[in-house]
């Protein structure tokens, strides 16, 4: 390099020769360093004459524009002042000793600067701070900086940094303050750095890092802060932590340490903030835990693999303020200990306790009447989704100050408590999926701030109480999946708020609909569907300006579709079907945004329209109307005949025509019929979450308010890009899926660009709605890049096929997938490729199909996403070639011929869906343990055909089988079996090593297709 010549000699002398050169040879040294790199020097020509002026510190001096050299970006001009007009002590980010004039500190920062960090800095030999944090400073760390005996602060969190921590930073003997977090760095952590014997404070944080914890750390007796979470550090964590007494903080979390907690951490007395989360520890806590940690304030373990009670001691955290121990396996009654069984007086001296979660675990038995005295600062309190009972106490009525109210997904009994209504500050309360009965209490009035009600798939009965007009900060009201009847009350359509979601669908209600339903001009779904309503469809639905989602099926509707409905413009799903509405189908619906149009079993007649909507067949369904005609040719409806034709053709339709179309008819909508009832058994939810058209442009700002600083509680998911939060958006309270680009990642940014593209024209049922991006910068300056997306409640296919779940559990059955629902998703992500190989203008190859990408609505309609790997097929004749040179995607799931370098094709994606259609009739992942050698996932099905289908498929889809044979009097294990093994055979063809060899995904879709005929026919 051009630089080693003088940089390299400064750097290594020493100290006293340093100061020798400075006081008697600068001219000299200068003289020869100018001829032998006169290239290089030719930056500092205005300043290496000015010895007297800068006091002879023309090493700083020199350190210091050699520093500027390397930053090829600077937004702020910060470095405007660095130039011969002032002394380099006054110019801006620099400060100097005042006696001997020598930089002393560095801060820039938060200044957006671009570049690296010059080996020239090894040189500001007086130099005690470099704080360059929150900028994009890259390449490796200057092993130069070793050379800074004085440093006692480095700090260069949040920029692009990689290679490794330099080894010879253990020189630095005075360090107190190592901060290099939130980089790319990379290899293990330097054992060298055992001399650093002042160091306080050491993040290294979200890196790379790999390696365990060295024990060394624990001789540091100085250190206060250890931060090393998100790196891939793994093994077990060492004893030796336990030795730093001063430690009070230890963050450890999103790693991969196993095995259990050293006994020796549970003692460091001076702890405040414990995080061990999201790694793979297991065993049990002791049971004095919260008396050797006073001091704890934030307790975070969750998603790891502990067992047992949480302890008893924890009565002692009085200065508790957050325990979060989701996401584990502890089991025992939730008593007084939440796992021991005998008391639960462990909260109850938790005087600052604010947020409890312990959600997703197994906590088993009642809710004490004990809990009365837990801590009135307590705002947050979830325990869903546990196997808790009983009924809900009445002490919850007396935790005033809960803004959030989370037990769902448990089996509650019993009734909503009157009392409920003292929770005057609650925002969100969430008791649906469990087994409440009774009336709704009149006191839900009282909750004036509520904006979230969710109380479906219970077993509440009677009507909706008037009062909850009160409530005029609701945006979500879902009651969806009870037993309410009556009529809806007019206060509901009152409330002028709602705006994600009123969801009253699968109850009783009877009588025609309000006309109070015009005051929801914010509303983006309602769902009306499965109930027992007539009369007409009210033209004051027109006035609900913002409706996205319409679900009214099921009903007993009449009469015609308004034409006032031609005022929503934003609508995208109709569902009108199962109702005895008639006259002919209006014009108007080809002029809407729809992507789903669902008229079927109707009396509707006439011609059938054939723009907009009704121009492809995979978005409408019309069948169960049997006086249509016209429309496209893929209807199959006959064509309309005029008057004069209708004359011509009567005497012949008379005695030929009719009686043969009568008989044809009825065996066609009997087996229509049969077909479509057994497919509207399933539960309907809407698959899109309410997201505004209009909302096109957010900022930080903005979507940290909405995930709440991005909080742990919202994250949703880790991918190789970014993280994803659950968050709620704009005015109108929507819910959306945030996916953060995390920027220092290699490739981020080209996966964020390549999301963009990809899915900015592409719209289809079956693929993730992207609503908006974020390109900006945060509070720091820091470059800030999001998407936002639809959110999908029911969480991914891969959840789903490989949850882990009890046998004895009686929600089982519901938790997984059956046949029928695994060919209706397979079905979906087909039709998802079909319309990017073959409907998009420029075909688009996904790269990354696999399970974790494919995501539910609330419907469990299967919605492809992650586009951050998706290449164009551009000016290509032939949609199964690219330019584009092979990329990797998931290994199990990239096609043979990408490894070996070969073009991007939709081949690929045909090879990716064949392993996933495998993995969800085996319920093996293709990296199972039980693939090795030459065994794969293709082969071991293959081998399988077709007399052994049946050993190979995942049991699960044979536990309602006995059912099935009770309920149609004959055994469907034949027609089980026969599809299975032609399921498998769609595999198979699909995941053959050739690509030329592999079946075109249209071919799929009607195959597949014929399989769910067979399914529906045998009842299954």
Not at 273 to 294: C, K
Not at 395 to 405: A, Y
Not at 614 to 627: H, K, P, Q, V
């Amino acid at each position: 390099m051009k630089r080693q010549g003088r940089g390299s000699s400064l750097a290594t002398m020493s100290p006293k020769l340093l100061c020798t050169i400075h006081f008697q040879a600068i001219p000299l040294l200068l003289l020869f360093v100018a001829l032998q790199h006169a290239k290089k020097l030719s930056v500092f020509a205005g300043s290496t004459g000015n010895s007297n002026y800068f006091g002879g510190n023309q090493t700083d001096h020199q350190a210091l524009l050699a520093f500027k050299t390397e930053i090829t970006h600077d937004p702020t001009k910060v470095l405007s002042s660095w130039n011969d007009s002032l002394h380099f002590c006054e110019w801006e980010g620099v400060t100097c000793g005042r006696k001997h004039r020598r930089v002393i500190v560095l801060d820039l920062q938060s200044r957006g600067l671009v570049g690296s960090l010059s080996p020239y800095i090894g040189n500001l030999s007086f130099i005690r701070e470099i704080v360059l944090p929150n900028n994009t400073l890259g390449g490796n760390i200057p092993d130069e900086v070793g050379n800074l005996f004085r440093l006692q602060v480095l700090s260069l969190n949040n920029n692009s940094f990689e290679g490794e921590i330099p080894a010879n930073l253990s020189h630095c003997s005075n360090l107190k303050f190592l901060k290099v977090g939130q980089n790319n760095l990379s290899g293990s952590i330097p054992i060298e750095l055992a001399s650093l014997s002042k160091l306080e404070f050491l993040s290294i944080h979200k890196n790379n890092l790999t390696g365990g914890i060295p024990h060394f750390i624990g001789n540091l007796s100085s250190l206060q802060i250890l931060s090393a979470a998100r790196n891939v550090l793994g093994g077990r964590i060492p004893d030796a932590l336990g030795q730093l007494r001063s430690l009070t903080f230890l963050g450890l979390g999103g790693n991969k340490f196993s095995g259990s907690v050293p006994p020796s951490l549970y003692n460091l007395s001076s702890i405040i903030d414990f995080s061990l989360a999201d790694n793979e520890l297991s065993g049990s806590l002791p049971t004095d835990l919260f008396l050797t940690l006073p001091h704890l304030q934030g307790f975070q373990i969750h998603d790891n693999q502990f067992t047992g009670s949480l302890p008893v001691s924890l009565s002692n955290a009085s200065e508790l303020k957050q325990i979060e121990v989701y996401e584990n396996h502890f089991t025992g009654k939730v008593s007084i200990n939440f796992g021991g069984l005998q008391q639960l007086e462990s909260l109850l001296n938790c005087s600052s306790l604010q947020e409890i979660y312990l959600e997703v675990n197994q906590f088993k038995g009642t809710l004490p009447n004990v809990l009365v005295n837990l801590s009135a600062q307590l705002t947050f309190f979830a325990i869903g989704d546990n196997l808790l009972f009983g009924e809900i106490p009445l002490w919850v009525g007396n935790l005033v100050n809960l803004t959030t109210l989370s037990m769902n997904g448990n089996k509650f009994t019993g009734t909503i408590p009157n009392n409920i209504g003292n929770l005057k500050k609650l925002q969100r309360l969430y008791l649906s999926d469990n087994k409440l009965s009774g009336r709704l209490p009149i006191s839900l009035g009282n909750l004036s701030l509520l904006d979230e009600l969710s109380l479906e798939n219970n077993r509440l009965q009677g009507t909706i109480p008037s009062s909850i007009e009160n409530c005029q900060n609701l945006l979500l009201l879902d009651l969806s999946q009870n037993n309410l009847n009556d009529t809806i009350p007019k206060q509901v359509f009152a409330i002028s708020t709602l705006s994600i979601s009123l969801n009253l669908s699968h109850n009783f209600f009877v009588g025609s609909l309000p006309l109070e339903k015009g005051n929801l001009v914010h509303l983006e779904k309602l769902d009306l569907s499965e109930n027992k309503l007539s009369g007409k469809i009210p033209n004051s639905l027109s006035s609900c300006a913002s409706l996205e989602y319409l679900y009214m099926e099921g009903n007993f509707f009449k009469g015609a579709i308004p034409t006032s409905l031609s005022s929503l413009r934003g609508i995208q799903v109709i569902d009108f079907s199962r109702n005895n509405l008639s006259s002919q189908i209006p014009n108007f619906l080809e002029t809407l945004s729809l992507k789903n149009l669902n008229l079927s079993f109707n009396d509707f007649q006439g011609e059938v329209p054939t723009k907009g909507v009704f121009a492809n067949a995979s978005t409408i369904s019309l069948i169960g109307n049997n006086r249509l005609c016209g429309g496209i040719l893929e209807l199959k409806f006959p064509t309309c005949l005029t008057k004069e034709e209708k004359k011509m053709r009567w005497p012949l339709a008379l005695k030929v025509v009719i009686p043969m179309t009568c008989i044809i008819l009825v065996v066609i909508i009997v087996s229509l019929f049969l077909f479509c009832w057994h497919k509207n058994r399933r539960k309907h939810k809407s698959s899109e979450s309410s997201l505004r058209q209009s909302l096109l442009k957010v900022s930080y700002q903005m979507l940290l308010k909405a995930t709440d600083g991005f909080s742990l509680v919202n994250l949703i998911g880790v991918g190789s890009f970014g993280s994803v939060y659950k968050g709620i958006l704009g005015e109108d309270k929507s819910i959306v899926a945030i996916k953060v680009i995390n920027i220092e990642r290699q490739g981020a940014s080209r996966s964020f660009i390549s999301e963009c593209e990809a899915l900015k024209n592409i719209r289809h049922r079956n693929l993730v709605k992207i609503i908006t991006s974020c390109s900006s910068v945060d509070f720091q300056g820091n470059d800030f890049k999001a998407l936002i997306y639809e959110f999908m409640p029911n969480g991914s296919l891969e959840n789903w096929l490989h949850m882990d779940l009890e046998i004895n559990n009686e929600q089982v059955d519901i938790q997984n997938l059956n046949l029928l629902q695994r060919t209706n998703i397979a079905i979906d992500v087909a039709y998802a490729l079909d319309y990017l190989h073959h409907q998009c203008p420029t075909p688009i190859v996904h790269c990354d199909l696999k399970p974790s990408n494919i995501l539910f609505d609330s419907n469990m309609t299967a919605h492809v996403g992650d586009f951050g790997l998706a290449k164009f097929l551009l000016g290509l004749t032939n949609p199964e070639r690219s330019s584009s040179i092979g990329i990797r995607g998931t290994i199990g799931y990239t096609p043979p011929e990408y490894g070996l370098g070969r073009e991007v094709s939709t081949k690929g994606d045909v090879y990716s869906y064949g392993i996933l259609l495998l993995e969800m009739i085996t319920g093996k992942r293709p990296t199972d343990r039980v693939f090795e050698g030459d065994l794969n996932l293709h082969k071991y099905a293959r081998m399988a055909l077709p007399n052994h289908v049946m050993e190979i498929a995942d049991p699960i889809l044979f536990r309602n089988v006995d059912e099935v044979i009770d309920n149609h009097n004959c055994s469907p294990t034949n027609r089980i079996e026969e599809c299975l093994i032609s399921m498998v055979k769609v595999g198979v063809a699909c995941s053959v090593e050739l690509p030329q060899e592999r079946w075109d995904i249209s071919k799929v879709i009607s195959e597949l297709h014929f399989i769910r005929n067979i399914l529906l026919g045998a009842g299954i």
